[in-house]
């Protein structure tokens, strides 16, 4: 089946660091990637997407590199803050839903020491 | 984000009793979605709206009927509430405006099934 999956479970950086979150996507026909960034007790916030015909994507200190031959998405942080605490995930839309029909991950802690 | 308010932020009930969820959106957007989050699991589609009185099941559909009467409104009704129900609940919405745009979420409703 479909599923979207993270390889570190936690990150624990120094403030001023670049952050590296890493996900692995299964379905090699989605077609659309974004990563969310969620603070305890508060809904998943949008960080940044990509789409299928790009390899690359930057956004206000945050990058989001897409390999669809390994099936691979990543989450760059530029000089990580402490307010850059909170669990990341990545979710895949599988293309031809004809809505979308998200699949998320479980999720990286990041924690950031001041 | 896309003003999106949950109601209500904690709710805690006896196994058995009717709850209903509500979700209000002020910014018109077409489909609406219902989501739980578990620990060791990312968020799983309970339900979506893509317009009033159209709705359709998602992948942990059993035990949840929704309903759509107006675009900004999107209920979520567990007829007979049963512990492995207690989860956090997150509404989000979608504009429609082409498959590739992300969803947007609410702050979710913290529910425990006593």
């Known amino acids: 089946g479909e599923s979207v999956g993270l390889h570190l479970p936690t990150l624990s950086v120094q403030e001023g660091d670049n952050s590296i979150i890493n996900c692995a996507y299964s379905?090699?026909?989605?077609?659309?990637f974004i990563w969310y960034k969620q603070e305890s007790g508060k809904g998943p916030q949008f960080i940044i997407d990509i789409r299928s015909n790009m390899d690359k994507r930057q956004g206000q200190r945050v990058t989001v590199l897409l390999n669809k031959t390994v099936k691979h998405l990543s989450l760059q942080i530029a000089a990580t803050q402490p307010g850059d605490s909170a669990v990341y995930f990545c979710a895949e839309n599988p293309a031809g839903t004809g809505f979308q029909k998200l699949v998320f991950g479980t999720g990286t802690r990041l924690l950031v020491s001041p | 984000d896309a003003g999106i308010t949950q109601s209500p932020r904690h709710k805690v009930t006896e196994t058995g009793t009717p709850v209903t969820l509500r979700c209000h959106q002020t910014?018109?957007?077409?489909?609406m979605y219902w989501y739980r989050q578990d620990p060791g699991h990312g968020l799983r589609l309970i339900h979506y709206?893509?317009?009033?009185?159209?709705?359709d099941k998602g992948e942990v559909s059993d035990g949840y009927s929704v309903s759509r009467s107006k675009t900004e409104d999107f209920l979520l009704t567990l007829e007979s509430a049963t512990s492995s129900q207690t989860s956090v609940y997150f509404c989000?919405?979608?504009?429609?405006?082409?498959?590739?745009?992300?969803?947007?979420f609410g702050d979710g409703t913290r529910l425990s099934i006593l």
């Open positions: 379905n090699s026909a989605s077609d659309y």
């Open positions: 989000a919405t979608h504009n429609g405006q082409g498959v590739n745009q992300p969803q947007h």
């Open positions: 910014e018109n957007h077409r489909y």
């Open positions: 709206s893509y317009g009033v009185k159209d709705t």
